[in-house]
């Protein structure tokens, strides 16, 4: 049953994709689609027989405050860095920097890439 519940999605997404070109459900198939990214979650269910990833999941149990203020500071950064960016480079000829997004993507790709 579960196996069967597992290849399930596929064969709906294959039946739906076959009535979308008939009918309008672009929006049923991309549900469908969706369905099929969470299978992706099965993976937790390993954590139950694997020691490594049991011990991966109380390690980002116990430390999920760290992490997060983590994650803040490195967001912060990367909006105070984005905005100085911008705002020092806005008025030079030859900037690649034409708006706040860009320039926030700059930041973003400069704090997380090594």
Known sequence: ????????????SLALNQLSSQYSLEYIAKAAQIFRILRILRIFKLSRHITGLKTLG??????????????MT???GMLIFAGLG???EKDEPDTMFY?????LYWAIITMTST
């Open 1 to 12: 049953v579960i196996d069967l519940l597992g290849i399930l999605p596929f064969f709906v």
């Open 74 to 76: 490195v967001s912060m």
């Open 99 to 103: 708006t706040l997004p860009q320039t």
């Open 58 to 71: 109380t390690t980002l149990r116990n430390s999920h405050r760290e992490l997060l203020l983590l994650s």
């Open 86 to 88: 911008y705002a020092l």
